[in-house]
């Protein structure tokens, strides 16, 4: 468990409501994902973890 922390290329990045990262995420888009069958690794994968890409990179 340790060593995967320390491989992820997102380690020690803040995604939290902080930066905009996943507290930004549209509620439309996340009912949206969900009302179409969405399981919650899609939601995480489709519209959270986009959401983290700009508070990430421009960081």
Do not use: E
Not at 32 to 59: C, D, E, I, N, Q
Request: hydrophobic share 40%; charged share 15%.
């Amino acid at each position: 468990m340790g060593h995967s922390a320390l491989c992820s290329p997102l380690a020690g990045a803040d995604l939290g409501a902080h930066s905009g990262g996943l507290g930004s995420v549209d509620k439309d888009s996340l009912n949206l994902v969900r009302a179409m069958g969405g399981s919650r690794l899609g939601v995480f994968r489709h519209v959270k973890l986009p959401a983290t890409y700009t508070p990430l990179f421009s960081a």
